[in-house]
T-cell receptor, first 115, second 117 residues
């Protein structure tokens, strides 16, 4: 069965410091991997995705994510956090053999960036 | 650039009442989904559709029904509202083309917050 784990309910960082939000996954075969961000009382916004190729994927708002096949991880990173990055972040996975398009989401990690 | 539009944004229902959450997308996406979001629980898939006239159950379909008569619209019906259906509901759509042509990232609406009292 496919699953996604986000081991931290909350991550706290100071503005200007680098941030990492962790994600590990379990899926048969090679995955498609995604990160979404949700601001309060809003829908989920797509940040970035891994399809194939370069293990470092760059996305919106200066975020990037590193795909590590051996560790089955897809951690979200940003070199310098902003207060405005404070939000709820979701990792999601889909197996390449899936023809339904369904994404499996992690439980979410709240990122709090303090001035 | 409307994307995915959900109505209503907020609704309060009494136990046993029925209602329909509307969802429409203007991106000509073939796939559509309904998720519910509960605090600390992530998103759970209720129903999905791979094209007009085709729907299937997700993880938590009990108490809900859907239909997909057009590519654009994917309404979610609650027949007999229960307090357990208090949640935020998200509609999403995606395009899956030929293998490798699209990863099928989802585009979400702004959500419908439902309270059942």
């Amino acid at each position: 069965a496919q699953s996604v784990a986000q081991p931290e309910d909350q991550v706290n960082v100071a503005e200007g410091n680098p941030l990492t939000v962790k994600c590990t996954y379990s899926v048969s075969g090679n995955p498609y991997l995604f990160w979404y961000v949700q601001y309060p009382n809003r829908g989920l916004q797509f940040l970035l995705k891994y399809i194939t190729g370069d293990n470092l994927v760059k996305g919106s708002y200066g975020f990037e994510a590193e795909f590590n096949k051996s560790q089955t991880s897809f951690h979200l990173k940003k070199p310098s956090a902003l207060v405005s990055d404070s939000a709820l972040y979701f990792c999601a996975v889909r197996g390449r053999s899936s023809n339904t398009g369904k994404l499996i989401f992690g439980q979410g990690t709240t990122l709090q960036v303090k001035p | 650039n409307a994307g995915v539009t959900q109505t209503p944004k907020f609704r309060i229902l009494k136990i046993g009442q029925s209602m329909t959450l509307q969802c429409t997308q203007d991106m000509n996406h073939n796939y559509m989904y309904w998720y519910r979001q509960d605090p600390g629980m992530g998103l759970k898939l209720i129903y999905y559709s791979v094209g007009a006239g085709i729907t299937d159950k997700g993880e938590v379909p009990n108490g809900y029904n859907v239909s997909r008569s057009t590519t654009e619209d994917f309404p979610l019906r609650l027949e007999l509202a229960a307090p357990s259906q208090t949640s935020v509901y998200f509609c999403a759509s995606s395009y899956l083309g030929l293998a490798g042509a699209s990863a099928g990232e989802l585009f979400f609406g702004e959500g419908s917050r439902l309270t059942v009292l």
